[in-house]
């Protein structure tokens, strides 16, 4: 117990440098390739790896769920990982990634892990634009060097609401009480690199009728808080005439929510702004975390009232 406790501890203080640490596996060989790509997770939302145990089917199930499974008397929907991602294993699908992701609790099969990595979040590039769905970001595990190995980082956000959308929550505006009304000329910065996240988000902000600028990184958004400070002050008027709260994602590539939060309560222009962390890692040791680097408030994704229900109160 006192060595979990430990690791526990040693990881949580990665994030006071942007560090994390990124558990590598392989899927099997794409189509048309003759070797096999790694791909990464935070090891923070890995709750255990074990080999593959007894599988359920589960009749009329979704396309890649495999069944369920019993582990340590707790029935948990196994998902095909390579199958989601169109990859064909050699050694078949041994080893359950069991994960911890908004308050739920999935497996994911994978053909072999291979190690962690402990890396600097400058070490991990947006993958936006790079030409795949199911990956937020690109890790160069040995650094900006050229011939770097590369790890993709999936988006769980995304694979979990393709397969599974009843396990991810709502951001619908219907589910929505009440409308929150800034002052006049501010605004909600937000950061969060997946694409799905931040078009939920943005439901769920339209539908407080809440203005926002929106960022992809931790970096962007920190980028952005800092010129909008300098045109503020050209105005006659402080940061705070501009900006209500800071929501943002703890995992992001550049620059995470950790470091974001900190930079934001350190600074003197900015630290009377609240901070809402929105994230997927949940669990105890992170929430408690979240509230170590002095966020003002903490909320699971997806959750739209807890949402509207923290910042109606850091507001406040």
Known sequence: MSTALHDIDERTNLTANNKFELLLFRLGEAPGAHHRELFGINVFKIREI???PSITEIANAPPNVMGIANIRGQVITVINLPGIVGCTP???TSIL??????RSTQAFAVEEVNEIARLDWNQVIAAEGKGGSLITSIARLDG?????????VLDVEQILRDVLPSATGNMMPGIIASKIKLPAGKVVLAADDSPLARSMIENALNALNVPYVMTKTGLEAWSKIQSMSDIAATEGKTIQDKVALVLTDLEMPEMDGFTLTRNV????????IPVIIHSSLTGEANENH??????DAYVAKFAAEELADAMRKVLA
Request: cysteine-free; glycine content about 8%.
């Open 50 to 52: 074990m080999v593959m």
């Open 90 to 92: 050699r050694k078949g």
């Open 97 to 102: 990634l069991v994960t911890e992701y908004a």
């Open 144 to 152: 900006d060097k050229e011939g770097s190995r590369l790890a993709q």
């Open 265 to 272: 309560k350190n600074d003197q222009r900015f630290k009377s």
């Open 290 to 295: 979240v509230k170590s680097v002095g966020a």
